[in-house]
Every structure is written in C-alpha cells, then in structure tokens.
C-alpha cells in the first residue's frame, strides 16, 4: 500500500511493540523496508537490500514471519507460488484491505489501493459458497505487457 513518507524509527518500535514483540533492528529493517515498497514484495527482494546491511537471510525471513504471525504484516500467493510480504495499512483492519492486480506475462503485483471490489450475489441465486472473504486477486495484463 503506497503511504506518504515513511514512519519515524519511534513509531516503527512502537508499533511492533504494540503487536507484542520485542523491537529488534532486523525487525525495525524489515518494517522500514516492506513501509518503502508501493507494492507486495517478496522475501528475496526484501533479503537484496537487508543483506548488505548485516542481516542474513535467514534472520529476515524468520522476523518476516513473526511480524506477519504478529498482524502487522500480510503474506500473499498469487497462484504463482511465491510468498509475497506487505504492510498491512493502519487504518483498515477489516481482512481484504484492498485487491490486488497479477501480470501473467512479468508476474508482477500491484495493489490497487484505490479500488473496492464488492461481491454481489446474482439475481435470483440462492446461497454464495463464499464462507469468507480474505482476498481479491484480478490477473491479466499489466499496462508494460499488455500488447499494443
Ligand atoms: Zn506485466
Ligand atoms: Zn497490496
């Protein structure tokens, strides 16, 4: 979710420490890295920028997890089996935040903050089988792929 600026070092420790966790500096890195990004990223490209800063892999992808256990970040799979991290948004705390949009052809997701997509039973049917709904993926063809 693309946000205005990035949260202050205080603010990163207070939330985490509001979800219940120790403010650690991998989890601090990897809040401050998933804030930055404007689209759901995965744990490899999270690992290219952490890395260089002193954490391993490792230690990133275990503190992904716990701060995605944690609430304070969401995980994704978008059919093409890979896990993608975001930020869940402050201010929304119902579960589809927002839908989201898969390229077939660069495999690249969007979010699409700016979109609500509500699922309305047709006409004349009976029951959904929608029990509840977690997430909304659209696929098609991003705006770089799509043929001219
Ligand atoms: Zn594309
Ligand atoms: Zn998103």
């Known amino acids: 979710m693309k946000k205005e600026g ?5 603010e990163v420790r207070q ?8 403010s650690t500096t991998a989890r601090i890195a990897v ?22 800063q002193g954490f391993d892999k490792a230690t990133v992808y275990r503190n992904l997890i716990d701060l995605t256990d944690a609430g ?10 890979v896990w993608r991290f975001e930020l869940r948004s402050e201010s929304e705390h119902h579960d589809n935040d927002h839908p ?4 077939l052809d ?11 997509v509500t699922i309305n039973p047709a006409p004349g049917s009976k029951k959904s089988n929608i029990g509840q709904l977690t997430e909304v993926l659209l696929k098609g063809h991003c705006g770089r792929c799509k043929p001219a």
């Open 6 to 10: 990035v949260s202050s070092l205080p």
């Open 15 to 22: 939330r985490i420490r509001e979800a219940g966790l120790r």
């Open 106 to 116: 660069c495999g690249e997701v969007s979010c699409l903050s700016d979109v609500t």
């Open 31 to 52: 809040m401050q890295r998933l804030e930055s990004a404007t689209s759901p990223i995965t744990h490899a490209e999270i690992a290219i920028d952490l890395v260089p």
């Open 100 to 103: 989201h949009f898969l390229c």
């Open 72 to 81: 304070l970040v969401t995980r994704s799979e978008h059919g093409d089996h």
